[in-house]
């Protein structure tokens, strides 16, 4: 299984490797991580990799990069089974699961056009978690699971 | 009130609603006993969107408590029209008030607005979101007429936009209350409002037509179905025309039925309506000074 991996996605110097990601993913993690390929990272993923747990799942791996722990919180509502390896020269230094945060902040905007986090004020957006999507600390509109994705801050 | 603040009507218990209701018929029974409880206060007014009647009211009640206000304008005349953020403006306003008053057309001002200043803050409307305030004088009007408990109440118009329902229907979760909402299937509530009415387990009952419910309704309570929300004019026209109050859709309600309306009303209620014994917009209006001196004097005793 192991060899099967490195043929499909290469191995990293230095930085994170998102493992167990839900099929179907990837590119959501990438938008999560604002990486559209214009800032230089090397980045290779892997998508619909037979996985014993997840049946298909993605990787991402990125060159050159940790991951903040609001990229991490707003992760683990995506791809809650996701497992994430810093790879220091070659190693896997350290390894975690995501686990569900409280409250995100940042990464996530407010889809209400209308709301004050979304105006020209000095504030990071906030939202509170719900069992099934994020909550606006601010307007209180409500994004659900699925609509996370395509409410990123990417900017 | 456990908090300093008056953001939006969730924060409400039953007992901060009792104390402010309390007080106003306190004020309402003997006004000139609070005519100089807070000579010396300043509040400040900021209103970032046109607003006569709710400033006014705050003006007042301020002034009846002995106290003074400043206001900061017209927005046109203001910093704001250079560009100054509203977190800046509200810490700059605080170094004059001793409270402010805001209201502001973005969802969720206020509650931004509160994490930059120490004064207690009232939010007298934020864009579509809340207007606890005036929640506050029409469950004053609604228990001094109704009763709040052991109510069913029809809560009609524009419930996706309408601020004052949105308080409302949040704050009525505190009592025995049936909540219907009659709307047209494009202005129903919004997601936001339906979630925390479901969390608190109220009873919520959607309709299309006021017809299925008027009759068991102890309280209907009115709103306007604004122009600016349908692309179409001939659209507009058609559903408004449907929520509409008269004597004749009235034929079919209990003849202790309560008709309120945050006003301004435009033709939502027939003229027809106004002399008759469910009419209690006008005095729903009035209140608003009682409770909103309660408001203040709680607000501002807090840190005595
Ligand atoms: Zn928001």
Redesign the interface.
Known sequence: MTDDHQLRVSKIQNGTVIDHVEAGQALNVLAILGIDGTSGETVSVGMNVPSDRLGRKDIVKVEGRELSQSEVDVLSLIAPAASINIVRDYEVVEKSRVVRPETVSGVVSCPNRNCISNADEPITSGFAVLSDGVRCDYCGSIVREKEIAANLDVS | MRQDHLI?AVDLSREDIEAVLDRAAEIDANPAAFRQRHAGTVLGLCFFEPSTRTRMSFDTAMKRLGGQTVDMGPVESSSVKKGE???DTVRVVEGYADALVLR??????A??AA?FIDVPLVNAG????QHPSQTLLDLYTIRENAGLDDLTIGIMGDLKYGRTVHSLAEALTNFDVNQHFISPESLQLP??VR??LHASGASVKEHTELDEVLPELDVLYVTRIQRERFPDENEYLKVAGEYKIDDETLAAASDDLVIMHPLPRVDEIAPEIDDSDHAKYFEQAHNGIPVRMALLDILLSNDD
């Open positions: 939006s953020t509203l977190a502001h057309p973005s969802e969720g001002a509650t931004m994490e934020d864009g579509a979101g997601r936001n979630y925390d």
